[in-house]
């Protein structure tokens, strides 16, 4: 019998070794599997790289990961924000590297990797600082910059309804980086608000297919989702 | 002559925006372009994270957090609206599937060069965001910005002295003064406010523009 929940948290990330590249969805705190970042603060896994469209906001969450100095890298698209003062601390210190990645760069390089493909050529960036040093085309007279996947040895995930085979389906805008980042790691982990059984998912609609999933985890929301967040 | 303020420039760019639009409008002085749109037309919102039909912001006690926009604001989905992926989201702004959108910036060059995303001052620390996957990938790329910095330097430029987010990439300027579109032949004036006169729009701006008859801007 197949069988991808694992029964906490703690559990689910047990084996996190040092140096690991993971990935984390979210945006902002819509998808953000805040109790996941938790676990993995606990666990204390350090010197990772993280994928993540921000830098942490507040003191919570990826921040507080942050704040752990388990983070020796990290890839996003927007670090800057109004409530990143432990990630703009650091940086500003030297002591975490940024590679900003634009933001559809980020999510192309992420599908990329869960897709096989070895690199890809995009306008986004051409002739910019971030494009620096990157090999470029002309295709159809237009300038393109090559871009190589992300690959992970972790994706830690949210979605909203999950079963024990890891098909997921998502809430609204907490899908975001959630159904790419599930195929581009080695091994992904889902915390789902709700755990049912098999076939109650209709199969029209499930926007991760098990295969991409390695562990689910059950993390029922005791607050609506956000709240937690905005407070 | 008096300028437009932020909601008069917001409601002209909407003025521009046309029935059955898809539209993506930047963070900052661009989200003010939605409270302005008319009525009457149906115009399809695109917010980067993962929403096609993203309606105007719900009542105090309504506000749920898996539904926000690209400011992290709580939003409302439109009947006929869409969730999707960010690769998916991405893709239709690369794939040329967004007919507009309105960005903020710093610098305008005259062959359209975009500047918006970092100030390039050695403290700063940078972010990109999606200003530039937006700058090359919709059909029509509106830029929104005062005419000048605040302390009167034009922000439409011969040449960006910020790092660019797209090269040749802006359609249409809109300021607090004038439209300009920007064209093969250079910057193209459309409107300028009332009692603007082309002298003062050529004193401030400071590179060359491109006029009709004169009596077309009366």
Same mark, same amino acid.
């Given at each position: 019998?197949?069988?991808?929940?694992?029964?906490?948290?703690?559990?689910?990330?047990? =084996?996190?070794?040092?140096?690991?590249?993971?990935?984390?969805?979210?945006?902002?705190?819509?998808?953000?599997?805040?109790?996941?970042? =938790?676990?993995?603060?606990?666990?204390?896994?350090?010197?990772?790289?993280?994928?993540?469209?921000?830098?942490?906001?507040?003191?919570?969450?990826?921040?507080?990961?942050?704040?752990?100095?388990?983070?020796?890298?990290?890839?996003?698209?927007?670090?800057?924000?109004?409530?990143?003062?432990?990630? =703009?601390?650091?940086?500003?210190?030297?002591?975490?590297?940024?590679?900003?990645?634009?933001?559809?760069?980020?999510?192309?390089?992420?599908?990329?990797?869960?897709?096989?493909?070895?690199?890809?050529?995009?306008?986004?960036?051409?002739?910019?600082?971030?494009?620096?040093?990157?090999?470029?085309?002309?295709?159809?007279?237009?300038?393109?910059?090559?871009?190589?996947?992300?690959?992970?040895?972790?994706?830690?995930?949210?979605?909203?309804?999950?079963?024990?085979?890891?098909?997921?389906?998502?809430?609204?805008?907490?899908?975001?980086?959630?159904?790419?980042?599930?195929?581009?790691?080695?091994?992904?982990?889902?915390?789902?608000?709700?755990?049912?059984?098999l076939g109650e998912l209709d199969p029209e609609t499930i926007i991760t297919p098990g295969v991409y999933v390695k562990r689910i985890v059950h993390v029922p929301h005791g607050e609506p989702a956000g709240r937690r967040a905005a407070a | 002559m008096e300028r437009l303020n932020r909601d008069q420039m917001a409601a002209r760019v909407a003025r521009d925006i046309?029935?059955?639009?898809?539209?993506?409008?930047?963070?900052?002085?661009?989200?003010?372009?939605?409270?302005?749109?008319?009525?009457?037309?149906?115009?399809?919102?695109?917010?980067?994270?993962?929403?096609?039909?993203?309606?105007?912001?719900?009542?105090?006690?309504?506000?749920?957090?898996?539904?926000?926009?690209?400011?992290?604001?709580?939003?409302?989905?439109?009947?006929?609206?869409?969730?999707?992926?960010?690769?998916?989201?991405?893709?239709?702004?690369?794939?040329?599937?967004?007919?507009?959108?309105?960005?903020?910036?710093?610098?305008?060059?005259?062959?359209?060069?975009?500047?918006?995303?970092?100030?390039?001052?050695?403290?700063?620390?940078?972010?990109?965001?999606?200003a530039m996957d937006l700058a090359i990938g919709a059909k029509q790329v509106f830029v929104m910005m005062e005419h000048q910095t605040k302390s009167g330097q034009s922000k439409i430029v011969e040449s960006c002295t910020y790092p660019l987010t797209g090269v040749a990439c802006v359609n249409r300027i809109y300021t607090d003064l004038a439209v300009i579109d920007?064209?093969?032949?250079?910057?193209?004036?459309?409107?300028?406010?009332?009692?603007?006169?082309?002298?003062?729009?050529?004193?401030?701006?400071?590179?060359?523009?491109?006029?009709?008859?004169?009596?077309?801007?009366?």
């Amino acid at each position: 019998m197949i069988n991808k929940i694992v029964s906490s948290v703690t559990e689910a990330l047990a =084996d996190v070794p040092d140096g690991a590249t993971i990935l984390i969805g979210g945006f902002g705190p819509a998808g953000m599997p805040a109790e996941l970042i =938790d676990a993995l603060i606990a666990q204390g896994a350090k010197d990772l790289t993280i994928v993540n469209n921000n830098a942490g906001n507040g003191e919570t969450g990826l921040a507080a990961l942050l704040k752990a100095r388990r983070v020796r890298k990290i890839l996003c698209s927007f670090p800057r924000q109004v409530d990143s003062h432990i990630f =703009d601390a650091l940086y500003r210190a030297g002591e975490i590297e940024l590679e900003l990645v634009p933001q559809g760069n980020l999510a192309e390089r992420i599908r990329a990797a869960g897709a096989g493909i070895g690199g890809f050529y995009t306008r986004t960036g051409y002739g910019t600082l971030l494009a620096e040093g990157k090999e470029t085309r002309t295709i159809d007279g237009r300038g393109y910059v090559l871009e190589y996947p992300i690959r992970a040895d972790y994706a830690l995930i949210k979605a909203e309804r999950g079963d024990r085979w890891g098909n997921l389906v998502y809430r609204k805008t907490a899908r975001n980086f959630g159904p790419i980042m599930a195929t581009a790691a080695r091994c992904t982990v889902a915390q789902v608000n709700r755990i049912v059984e098999l076939g109650e998912l209709d199969p029209e609609t499930i926007i991760t297919p098990g295969v991409y999933v390695k562990r689910i985890v059950h993390v029922p929301h005791g607050e609506p989702a956000g709240r937690r967040a905005a407070a | 002559m008096e300028r437009l303020n932020r909601d008069q420039m917001a409601a002209r760019v909407a003025r521009d925006i046309p029935e059955g639009a898809c539209v993506n409008l930047g963070i900052g002085l661009p989200t003010l372009v939605a409270n302005h749109l008319p009525k009457n037309r149906e115009i399809l919102l695109h917010s980067e994270n993962g929403v096609l039909g993203m309606g105007p912001a719900p009542g105090a006690g309504e506000e749920d957090y898996d539904l926000i926009n690209a400011s992290k604001d709580p939003v409302t989905l439109l009947a006929g609206g869409a969730f999707f992926h960010h690769a998916d989201s991405f893709g239709m702004m690369r794939g040329g599937h967004l007919d507009i959108c309105v960005l903020g910036a710093f610098q305008v060059s005259v062959k359209g060069d975009l500047a918006n995303w970092h100030t390039g001052a050695p403290d700063a620390i940078p972010a990109v965001g999606g200003a530039m996957d937006l700058a090359i990938g919709a059909k029509q790329v509106f830029v929104m910005m005062e005419h000048q910095t605040k302390s009167g330097q034009s922000k439409i430029v011969e040449s960006c002295t910020y790092p660019l987010t797209g090269v040749a990439c802006v359609n249409r300027i809109y300021t607090d003064l004038a439209v300009i579109d920007v064209t093969p032949q250079g910057l193209r004036v459309l409107e300028m406010v009332p009692g603007m006169t082309i002298a003062e729009l050529n004193r401030v701006t400071g590179v060359p523009l491109l006029y009709e008859r004169e009596s077309d801007y009366a």
